[in-house]
């Protein structure tokens, strides 16, 4: 068996996870790569979400019953260790959607609705980059022909990092907000925030991060980051599929206007007009992901108890021996950073002329799952020249027997197709 510097106990871990016991295709072993498109989840998370709705589930926030005071304990108390992980300095900058897709719909609504100064409109602009999931592409298209603003963004270099040798002119004095991703989910590159966020502040704009591809793999430091808006979702965290988070600065929130109406948002309602209750509940109209915030509570326990920075460590060690096995298979492909620094653990490669998505049902067949498509990405593949990629992506209960099997399934692959 290797060994690497690093690694968690994952003999232990993978005790937890039910799903990583699974045979498929006759009694093969499952070997799971497709962590940056969902995450297994323990069985802590299980046990808190059957017993939520076995002993607690009650609507929240409306009722003067035992079950209502302690449903509403529990999604609140979810609130609290969201903030907690995220080092947010209030609870109430902590909104709960229902994925990271609507958050950032969340931040571009509420901006397109907004008065002066933070109103998007004709006269402004919005920055993006090239290596953005749709979800922080498409929302953004739609203000812009919705108001007239003009649409931005940084393209990338040839080894799959930003350019940002022209930040100066992509992020001007009419820039309202810069929204990009802090980990790229098909290029695993980290991106440079620090020099995004300071020029965006030197000409007022607002900042917006999608986190979805970073909150489960390391600390997640939303002061340090010093953005606006940070979003990311519960199922990439071992937490339920449902459940997404934006935080948002307190004093934003205030200022901004609400994207939903209805139930529990609203502070007064009379035929003529309506006020609005405070962040959190003025964006989290009518019933909430209760039960799945109470899942993402518990899974947010589970990485604690593990510890970010161990995470963060096990997956560098990880990623570092995928680069280098990967790098040995003739033909082969990767998209993206070629070294394990300053990039996650998803890596995305081409196979020859092999069509990934052939490349993928091989693989099934052999037991070992991974993603295959333009990951949500596709200006990515557009900007390299490929239809498609396969990605492998790897959590904290995988292992580097799993990244032998993928490249052993590979040499197969590749015998497969001549």
């Not at 989910?185 to 030197?202: D, S």
């Not at 965290?237 to 307190?250: A, E, H």
Request: net charge negative.
């Amino acid at each position: 068996m290797t060994q690497l510097p690093g690694l968690l106990d994952t003999e232990a871990i993978r005790k937890d996870f039910p799903v990583l016991e699974r045979q498929v295709h006759d009694g093969r072993k499952l070997v799971y790569l497709d962590n940056a498109a969902t995450s297994q989840k323990p069985r802590q998370v299980l046990d808190a979400l059957s017993e939520y709705y076995e002993r607690y589930n009650a609507n929240v926030h409306r009722g003067v019953h035992v079950l209502a005071e302690e449903a509403t304990a529990l999604y609140e108390g979810a609130r609290d260790k969201v903030a907690a992980f995220i080092n947010a300095p209030s609870r109430d900058e902590v909104i709960f959607t229902k994925n990271a897709s609507e958050s950032l719909n969340l931040v571009a609504n509420m901006l397109g609705w907004a008065d002066e100064p933070y109103r998007v409109d004709s006269e402004t602009e919005i920055v993006i980059t090239e290596m953005e999931h749709h979800s922080n592409i498409v929302p953004w298209q739609l203000l812009a022909q919705r108001t007239g603003a003009k649409l931005k963004w940084f393209g990338l270099t040839d080894d799959g990092r930003l350019d940002l040798s022209n930040i100066d002119e992509i992020i001007t004095e009419k820039t309202k907000i810069v929204s990009f991703v802090l980990v790229s989910n098909i290029l695993g590159t980290f991106n440079p925030v620090e020099a995004i966020v300071r020029r965006a502040q030197e000409v007022g704009a607002l900042v917006c991060i999608d986190a979805s591809q970073a909150a489960p793999h390391m600390p997640l430091d939303v002061q340090a980051l010093q953005a606006d808006f940070v979003a990311f979702t519960g199922h990439k965290m071992c937490g339920p599929t449902g459940i997404g988070v934006l935080w948002g600065r307190q004093e934003l929130l205030e200022d901004l206007p609400p994207f939903l109406g209805g139930g529990e948002m609203i502070e007064t309602v009379s035929m003529h007009s309506s006020t609005y209750a405070p962040a959190p509940h003025k964006f989290e109209a009518g019933t909430p992901p209760i039960a799945q915030a109470v899942g993402l509570g518990a899974a947010i326990d589970y990485l604690n108890s593990i510890g970010m920075d161990k995470i963060l460590a096990h997956e560098h060690a990880l990623t570092e021996y995928a680069v280098k096995r990967l790098t040995e298979v003739p033909d082969l492909r990767i998209i993206g950073p070629t070294t394990a620094e300053e990039r996650g653990a998803a890596i995305s490669f081409t196979l020859g002329d092999i069509h990934p998505h052939d490349v993928g049902q091989v693989l099934d067949e052999q037991g070992i799952a991974v993603r295959v498509g333009h990951h949500c990405a596709r200006p990515v593949c557009l900007r390299y020249g490929i239809p498609a990629t396969t990605r492998a992506s790897f959590y904290l209960y995988s292992t580097p027997a799993e990244i032998d099997a993928l490249v052993d399934g590979l040499e197969h692959v590749r015998n497969f197709f001549g």
